[in-house]
């Protein structure tokens, strides 16, 4: 019996030491890692309320508020594990031998959600603009961390990787809310210039959709091999120029042919030669 009661208080003993030398340790990682949670809260509201303030995209701002927060947390798990007594260093070492495995794997990922951060923030382009990229042309639909989609006018979906994209040239159709319309019509030899000039004009002022300021401009352009051609440019509102584009093609076309000038179109004389 005074063995049992022996052995009892050798391991209450060892109990109480261990509560004694832990204890208060776990209770401040316990507190610090409340504490510490509690704080990246309002940090993480804070850095998501300055976003809205700066205008930064919508889309951006749940990522950026994840990682910082996820960053955060990582840093605060191992300043707790730090305070237990658990050796940190080895634990940054593993961390960071398998974040640059996982870096290697996912390098053109990680490229991708590079470009699109930058192009969030940048803003290149914003969803519903027109853009030409070096190999794409279309509208965009949607602005995602790792790939941008285009949708093309006969309702093709394109998905571009955020990594080329961000770092290529293209071109923004919709940054400006007015765009030049060119056109080039020829005339044959021997046709009034005056003629044709005011033909084009009666036509650009009969559109309401062109803008009478920049001014409208006609022009003799090239005397080619058999047509006199015509330079026309005129300005409108981004979203007309299109329509006026086409419309002005069958315009010109029609009246033309009322006023009597003449468009001509490419020739060839066939000769037959017979031999006796």
């Not at 006199?228 to 033309?256: C, G, P, Q, S």
Request: hydrophobic share 45%; net charge negative.
């Amino acid at each position: 019996m005074e063995e049992v009661t022996s052995e009892a208080s050798k391991y209450t003993e060892m109990g109480i030491d261990l509560l004694m030398t832990w204890g208060p340790k776990v209770l401040a990682a316990i507190v610090t890692l409340i504490l510490g949670l509690w704080v990246i809260g309002i940090i993480t509201r804070s850095i998501n309320r300055g976003m809205q303030k700066r205008d930064v995209d919508p889309s951006l701002r749940p990522f950026l508020k994840s990682l910082i927060s996820a960053a955060l947390k990582v840093m605060l798990f191992i300043s707790v594990i730090g305070m237990v007594g658990i050796e940190a260093t080895s634990f940054v070492a593993v961390l960071g031998a398998a974040g640059l495995a996982i870096g290697l794997a996912l390098q053109g990922t990680l490229q991708n959600f590079a470009g699109g951060v930058i192009i969030l923030l940048i803003k290149p382009f914003k969803v519903g603009d027109w853009i030409d990229t070096p190999n794409h042309s279309g509208t965009v639909n949607a602005i995602q961390i790792f790939h941008t989609i285009l949708k093309t006018p006969d309702n093709k979906t394109i998905i571009i990787p955020n990594g080329p994209l961000a770092n290529s040239s293209l071109t923004n159709y919709s940054t400006e809310p007015r765009r030049r319309v060119d056109w080039t019509f020829g005339v044959g030899y021997g046709d009034s210039t005056e003629k044709t000039r005011q033909t084009l004009m009666e036509l650009i002022n009969a559109d309401n959709r062109i803008l009478k300021d920049p001014e409208p401009f006609i022009a003799v352009s090239e005397l080619g091999d058999s047509s006199v051609n015509f330079v026309v440019r005129t300005w409108v509102e981004a979203a007309d120029y299109w329509a006026v584009k086409f419309d002005m093609n069958e315009k010109v076309y029609n009246k033309f042919n009322e006023v009597g000038l003449n468009i001509p179109f490419p020739q060839m004389d066939v000769h037959v030669h017979k031999d006796n």
